[in-house]
């Protein structure tokens, strides 16, 4: 059993932790700043395409994409120490190198499942940096959790589906880069198969007929870097069939396979949020003076900074194995290991910090340390890709079918 990483493996990770010294948390402020002078909120700060350019220039580009003709060619396993570097500033890091969801998901999609010239249309721009876009599943009417309910109609009509529904929680829709909307609706609503009546279609933004509502909030933010939370209404929109991803009733095995390197990537950057947060800790520690003792001179706060370390040191461990595991079995073969992973790493995050939080006090709560909007943001994928129990009942069923 080797735990060391291979070689270029640790030349892609000196070089990205270099890129986040010297380019991405210096950009952190200035991107707050611009941000705040910008004519719409929802605009691009300068800063992110300055990192955006820089990442590219230093070949730290579309690093997700196991597919040498597209992307970095890293397996899951390669790429999962990179991904946590990133997610030490997950508001940042992951745009300024074109490996941010919803995009990662949706290139992901139209690599896997689109015909060539939706590759050539949404693909190639989406790889370059040159749009953003957006995936559109959830919906307000409907458990979500499960995505048969769905409701969305997606009705042929000729040379053209014609598209119906309201949808919401969908990331990166308030961007103005966002250019095409992935959609999953129902092509054969009373279809005998229940994963068989949905299909998804691309929606570009500009279809009349499409939109975007507003803005939704994640626990009082807006999440301006990542384009926001939409809710999206879709009238009488007209596409063309070829627009349609794959084959009709295949909209729900696509969206599995979309899934499951999300869920993956999301734990990986888990775990940098969950770093930056120690390190946080450790800094106020040495820093922070209380009843004529500093902080780190309590023995709380040596429990809550060693027991945050251990759960770094636990999650990493079996991310690591799932990711080994989808690059040697596959999704399908590590699938117990991906629920796992969904399961734990965002709750044990959150608790790492919420003690960060807590050993910062009033400070904790506000904009002066990433340490709030982090917590909202792992807080929230406790129900983003699933929520805890739908991924519990699953992984339970399989444990007891072994002794039935």
């Known amino acids: ?75 899951n396993l390669q790429y999962a120490p990179l991904a946590e570097i990133t997610g030490r500033s997950p508001h940042l890091a992951p745009t300024a190198l074109n490996c941010a969801a919803p995009d990662t998901g949706n290139m992901e999609v139209l690599h896997q499942f689109g015909t060539d010239a939706q590759k050539k249309q949404w693909l190639e721009p989406l790889l370059a940096g040159e749009i953003r876009s957006a995936f559109a599943m959830t919906e307000p009417e409907v458990a979500s959790s499960d995505a048969t309910n769905i409701e969305t109609r997606i009705a042929r009509d000729g040379g053209d589906y014609v598209v119906n529904g309201r949808k919401w929680y969908i990331s990166g829709a308030m961007n103005p880069g966002c250019a095409v909307f992935v ?50 209404v879709f009238t009488d929109v007209r596409v063309p069939a070829a627009n349609l991803v794959g084959e ?57 900074i060693a027991d945050a370390r251990v759960t770094v040191e636990q999650l990493r461990l079996l991310v690591l194995k799932t990711a080994w595991l989808m690059d040697t079995v596959g999704n399908r073969g590590a699938h117990t290991e991906i629920q796992a992973i969904k399961i734990a790493t965002p ?28 917590w909202a943001s792992a807080r929230t994928l406790r129900l983003a890709d699933g929520p805890d129990e739908v991924h519990q009942r699953s992984l339970a069923r399989r444990e007891i079918k072994k002794y039935l």
């Open 1 to 75: 059993m080797d735990f060391a990483f291979d070689a270029r493996t640790e030349e892609l990770r000196t070089r990205l932790l270099a890129f986040m010294d010297e380019h991405v948390y210096p950009a952190e402020r200035i991107a707050e700043e611009q941000r705040a002078r910008l004519a719409s909120p929802w605009d691009t700060p300068q800063v992110v395409e300055e990192l955006k350019a820089e990442a590219r220039r230093q070949g730290l580009w579309n690093l997700f994409l196991p597919d040498a003709e597209y992307g970095a060619g890293l397996t």
């Open 183 to 232: 959609v999953m609706g129902k092509t054969d609503p009373d279809g005998e198969d229940i994963r068989r009546q949905q299909s998804m279609i691309l929606v570009p933004r500009d279809t009349p007929g499409v939109e975007v509502r507003r803005a939704m909030r994640v626990y009082g933010y807006e999440d301006h870097s990542h384009g926001g939370h939409a809710e999206v």
């Open 248 to 304: 009709e009733g295949g909209g729900f095995a696509i969206a599995q396979a979309r899934l499951g390197p999300g869920r993956i990537h999301h734990c990986m950057r888990l775990i940098g949020m969950a770093e930056r947060a120690i390190e946080l800790m450790c800094r106020r520690a040495v820093a922070r003076t209380a009843f004529g003792k500093t902080l780190a001179q309590q023995g709380v706060v040596h429990n809550w």
């Open 347 to 374: 709750r044990a995050v959150v608790s790492v910090l919420d003690q960060a939080v807590q050993l910062y006090g009033a400070g904790g709560v506000s904009q002066d340390t990433p340490l709030a909007e982090l």
